[in-house]
C-alpha cells in the first residue's frame, strides 16, 4: 500500500476583511507588513457589536522612541520627534498602553504628563482620552524627578488608515520624556 504524502494546510493572509463573511469564519489578516503583523481574526454574528470580526490571536501593533526630548508647554503638543505613532488598520475597538520615562530638575510643582490623540492621515487629531495617561509631581523644593508613566486605554477607532499617537505637555517648566512607547491590540474590528 501506497502512502500518501501530508499535504500542508495552508491558511491564505487577508489584506482586507471578507465581504461576506460567514458566522464563526477565521481568517489571517495582515495588519502590517512591513513589521510582519498578522492577527487571527474570528466573525461573530450574534455580537452585539457593531464590529463583528473579533480578535483571537496575534501581536500588537507597536512604535517606541528612545530619543529623550522635552517640552515646557502647558498644552498638548508634539515633542521634537512627533509620536510614536501606529496606523490603525481596520476600525474597531483597540486597546492602547503608552508608556514614558519623564523627567525634570525643576522645583515644585513641576509635572510632565500626556494624552492619546487620533486622526486621519493628516490630521485634524482629536483627543481619545482627555484625562492624562500618567502624571508625575516634584515636591521637593530643590530637586528634580524621574518616574515612569502609563497608559491602559480601550478607544474605539471609527475609521480604518487613522492614526494613533501620543502627545505631550508640562506645568510650565522644562520636562524631558524618554523611552516613549505605544502599543495597540484590537479586540474587535470590521
Known amino acids: 500500500m501506497a502512502r500518501r504524502a501530508l499535504v500542508p494546510i495552508t491558511t491564505p493572509i487577508h489584506t482586507s ?12 489578516y495582515l495588519a ?3 513589521n510582519g503583523i498578522v492577527w487571527r481574526l474570528r466573525y461573530r454574528s450574534g ?3 457593531s ?3 473579533e480578535f483571537v490571536g496575534g501581536s500588537a501593533l507597536s512604535s517606541q ?3 529623550s ?7 498638548v503638543v508634539d515633542l521634537a520627534t512627533v509620536g510614536p505613532v501606529i496606523t490603525i488598520p481596520l476600525a474597531g475597538d483597540y486597546d492602547f498602553i503608552g508608556t514614558a520615562m519623564i523627567g525634570t530638575t525643576a522645583a515644585a510643582g513641576a509635572y510632565g504628563d500626556g494624552m492619546l490623540v487620533a486622526g486621519p492621515n493628516g490630521g ?9 495617561f500618567g502624571r508625575s509631581m516634584d515636591s521637593s523644593a530643590s530637586s528634580g524627578i524621574n518616574a515612569d508613566i502609563i497608559f491602559d486605554r480601550r478607544r474605539t ?3 480604518a488608515g487613522w492614526l494613533a499617537k501620543m502627545q505631550y505637555r508640562s506645568g510650565g517648566t522644562s520636562v524631558t520624556f524618554a523611552g516613549r512607547r505605544l502599543t495597540a491590540l484590537p479586540v474587535r474590528v470590521g
Not at 476583511?17 to 489571517?28: A, E, F, Y
Not at 526630548?69 to 498644552?75: A, P
Not at 485634524?124 to 492624562?132: K, R, S, V
Open 51 to 53: 464590529y463583528k470580526w
Open 17 to 28: 476583511l471578507p465581504s461576506s463573511p460567514l458566522d464563526g469564519q477565521v481568517i489571517d
Open 157 to 159: 477607532i471609527a475609521t
Open 69 to 75: 526630548e522635552g517640552t515646557s508647554s502647558s498644552t
Open 32 to 34: 502590517d507588513s512591513t
Open 65 to 67: 522612541i528612545m530619543t
Open 124 to 132: 485634524p487629531f482629536n483627543a481619545l482620552d482627555a484625562a492624562d
Open 47 to 49: 455580537s452585539s457589536s
